[in-house]
């Protein structure tokens, strides 16, 4: 009878972890689904290629793929050298304390900050005190800044992966610190760390609250040149994608563009998360040994 | 009584409150084997590392008293604990081969240390695998990964890679804890074999491989050191009563 009862109770268990698995999957099934049948119309050449046109009810979005992408740009060069130093400071040379714990505390609480605050905090600071303006430039470093957290906590994460006895090994040997961690644990943990990096990046790359304060367009048509461009206004898929869907004059004319444009948006992402993946896979399978 | 080429004196060493050795004072003797026995936790591991200030990166620790090498004390504030270590080698008690390729393992000491002459480099990694006993076993598969090679080879590279900086003292802590009757063997030949060059402490649980290897033997109990002499003398005529229990095997 106990016995029964206990095997009841597993079951039920497992049914609801499987229930909550598939609601998830349907979900994201769904909205997949919707985008590619409403947006795969849309998708062709000239669409990725070309600017808008005729008031964006005709023509494509590469001004906003290309905006995206230095934007993004901007954003790795800002986020992951910094964060990786951070990480490397707080987990390898930082004296464990009170103030370590709450720096730590700090960066957790930064990351569950709402994207538009950091717009406005980036407005504030990038654009009118350090007199950047709207531009590619306010916008990463803004993104940067939203990604920190994420970086710096990834980057951790992956530091405390390398097991102790590589360090301590090189460490005997004569290893100066610096020598052992550049030599006995970064090496390890980069990938880690990268993967980390791309996961937030994704994230950043589908934000449109930040670069509304900062830089992005509603429509700048000119394709940006470097370098004058990060000192320049831009387009990006997010803020396009919003216009699209809810500012735009013939809204539901221009309904399938902005349902390409999500798909564009979505595989972007989509790739940047595989490429995280492969990344991580590959380093766990010529690790795994250890 | 020989030189003592590395002695401490009173030395205490805290975990925090944790007051994990209690005033040590012995001496090892230069191209000696000295063994340090003792049941589990009374701090072998804790004096070992010690000695070539492996602690130091545990934080929250704690020494007083003298560890006296060369003649000077390696906790005066001006010591070089870089140079120390190469000085005085570690092998560790759980082979750490890194995850590298056999011959970048045993290059890796060579390579931190500046040298970049690579036959000089070749020459000294060959050297140092004959001198752990490996080098019939691994001259074939230089560049594999060294993950690959059993927990015997393992142990014996780790010891190569610590030779190959040509230190003065090598620790070991139970390195043949982990290994099969013969790969023991191996690394007790060795370990007689080293005593020509190097002066060597070892940490062990085995009461016969302590007999069979070392010069020296001290007895460790709760932090404390209560016996050490002659190997042949605390095996066969120990002065104290815990000591005989413990060498006996009535206890530990
Ligand atoms: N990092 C640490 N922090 C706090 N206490 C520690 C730490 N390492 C060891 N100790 C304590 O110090 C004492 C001595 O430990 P140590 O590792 O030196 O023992 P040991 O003689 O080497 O034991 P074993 O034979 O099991 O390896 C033990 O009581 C242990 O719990
Ligand atoms: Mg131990």
Known sequence: MKRKWRDMEQALGFTVLRLSAVIIIVILAFILYDVFSKGAGVINWEFLSDKPRKGMTEGGIWPAIVGTFWVSLVTVIVSVPIGMFTAIYLNEYAKQGRLIRIIRLAIRNLSGVPSIVYGLFGFALFTLMLNLGLSVISSGLTLGLLTLPWTITASEEALKTVPRSYREGALALGATKWQTIRTNVLPYAVPGMLTGTILGLARAAGETAPILFTGVAFFWPVLPKFPQMLSQQFMALPYHLFIMSTQHHEIVKVRPLAYGTALVLIFLIVLMNSVAVVIRYRFRKKYKRV | MDELILYTEHFNFYYGNFHALKNISMGMEAHKVTALIGPSGCGKSTFLRSLNRMNDIIPGTRVEGKVIFDGNDIYEKNVDVVDLRRKIGMVFQKSNP?????FDNVAYGLYINGERNKSIIADRVEESLTGA???DEVKDRLDKSALDLSGGQQQR?????????????????????????????KIEELIFELKNEYTIVIVTHNMQQAARVSDFTAFFYLGELIEFGDTERIFTNPKLKKTEDYVTGRFG
């Open chain 2, 98 to 102: 890194f995850p590298k390729s056999i």
């Open chain 2, 133 to 135: 006993a490996l080098w």
């Open chain 2, 157 to 185: 590279l780790c010891i190569a890679r610590a030779l190959a900086i040509k230190p003065e003292i090598i620790l070991m802590d139970e390195p043949a804890s982990a290994l099969d009757p013969i790969a023991t063997q």
